[in-house]
């Protein structure tokens, strides 16, 4: 116990020595200093600090980056330094022009047990298991320098590519007036952002184009030439390429193309006038003779639909009185436009014949009438035949013309003659080959016969 105090009071006088050396008041309870002091008793080296300072310039090696990590997987962010010396590199997330550090050194100061870092001497690598949407945004890595440096990497994460076409009505269809501008706007989504296309599908674009990458395609005047179905795609590599489709239908007022042909039947022959309408909305179809006082033979004549938009006149056994023009006439809200065709008889009928064989000349009249506005003939006009673009009208068929039978057996007969003198030249080219090879055949054996002698 002696040995303790004895300690003790060493310890307290030497206290008290300091105390009185230093100047202090204890009754104050605050070290104070003598006003006294000078600078020059003290001395230090500032080159030398500074040169220390100057042995250790961190510079990145690292860039900054746009990290790209699917849902699930692990995110790697990395910071590399040169000359990194005694100073740490540190993590920190920029939130609502906010930071929160991450890491400091290989300490990690979130609870989080996704996140980690991995270091070295000159290094530190951030991990992000398990990636979610909330791990996105920006993130810092910082030299504890003197002022710090640091360098900024973006975390996002990888989504599929998604388009939309703006505007698109809910039934999938957009419809123009001819004449109009049509625009078609395509938006994308996606990380990253997908690049955008335009095609048409079954066919080129109005400018000839397969496809056009482009978020929005617009033509200035569309006419029926630009109808068809649009998709825009989106490609961002996520291995599958999004797609989205519009079909644009253009209102135009009939487009008619007109022809005619003969049939020849086992008993007669019928004249084919045939109108090809393309319109929007579909055109109703009227036939009649352009003059007046003239009519389509009722007995004879019969009308149909051939596919889409080709209506056919039938006229079985055309007579002389059947000559003379015909007007297909198409109609809807677009417009009315009609086209004429003319039969007439040939220079040359065969002898007996009175009835129309060849020629009929094609004549197009096109007489637009201004939108909505529609024109009933068949009231008017009891010539008209009005075919619908779904009905279709047969009128029997009556006796052929006897002459005409006459005339076909004319030309089979003269057919016949034809053949028999091409087989009497096939004989006759026989017969010469025959002759050619028997005196070859006589001179091989004459030339044998000497041989042997």
């Not at 990497?153 to 004449?179: D, E, R, Y």
Request: with cysteine; charged share 20%; net charge negative.
């Amino acid at each position: 116990m002696k040995t303790v105090r004895v300690k003790q009071m060493k310890q307290l006088l030497m206290m008290l020595v300091l105390m009185i050396l230093t100047g202090c008041k204890p009754s104050t309870g605050f070290y104070t200093y003598d006003d006294n002091y000078s600078e020059e008793n003290y001395e230090y080296n500032e080159e030398v600090e500074v040169e220390e300072e100057a042995n250790f310039l961190p510079v990145f090696e690292s860039s900054p980056t746009v990290y790209r990590v699917r849902r699930g997987n692990t995110a790697r962010l990395e910071c590399a330094v040169d000359n990194l010396g005694p100073m740490i590199l540190s993590w920190r997330r920029l939130i609502n022009n906010s930071s929160a550090y991450i890491a400091t050194g290989s300490i990690v100061m979130v609870r989080d047990k996704r996140f980690s870092v991995l270091t070295s001497t000159t290094s530190s690598m951030l991990l992000i298991t398990l990636m979610t949407p909330k791990d996105t945004g920006e993130y810092v890595c910082e030299v504890s320098s003197t002022p710090p440096v640091h360098i900024k990497h973006w975390l996002k994460m990888k989504a599929p590519p998604s388009v939309a076409i703006l505007g698109k009505p809910s039934s999938g269809q957009f419809t123009i007036q001819s004449g109009e501008e049509l625009g078609l706007v395509c938006r994308g989504e996606g990380e990253p952002a997908p690049v955008l296309a335009w095609r048409r599908e079954g066919q080129p674009l109005p400018d000839g184009e397969s496809s056009v990458a482009a978020d929005q395609i617009i033509y200035s005047s569309v006419g029926r030439g630009h109808a068809g179905t649009y998709t825009c795609t989106g490609d961002n590599g996520a291995g599958r390429v999004a797609t989205d489709s519009v079909q644009v239908t253009v209102k135009y007022a009939p487009v008619i193309s007109v022809d005619h042909s003969y049939i020849h039947h086992h008993n007669n022959i019928s004249l084919e006038l045939v109108c090809s309408v393309e319109a929007f909305p579909l055109a109703s179809v009227q036939w009649s003779r352009t003059m007046e006082q003239e009519k389509i033979n009722m007995d004879r004549a019969r009308v149909g639909l051939r596919g889409q938009g080709k209506h056919v006149l039938i006229l079985d056994n055309p007579m002389k009185s059947d000559l003379g023009s015909y007007q297909c006439t198409a109609n809807n809200t677009e417009g009315r436009v009609g086209a004429t065709i003319s039969v007439s008889e040939s220079a040359q009928v065969p002898t007996g014949r009175e009835s129309v064989y060849e020629e009929a000349s094609t004549t197009t009249e096109d007489t637009i009438l201004e939108t909505g506005k529609t024109v009933d003939t068949a009231s008017d006009n009891p010539a008209v035949i009005n075919t619908a673009s779904d009905t279709s009208a047969v009128i029997n068929n009556e006796a052929g013309d006897h002459k005409l039978l006459k005339h076909i057996l004319h030309k089979m007969n003269k057919f016949e003659r034809v053949n028999s003198d091409m087989v009497k030249a096939m004989k006759e080219s026989n017969r010469y080959l025959y002759q050619i090879l028997r005196n070859q055949k006589m001179l091989l054996e004459r030339n044998s016969r000497q041989i042997l002698l």
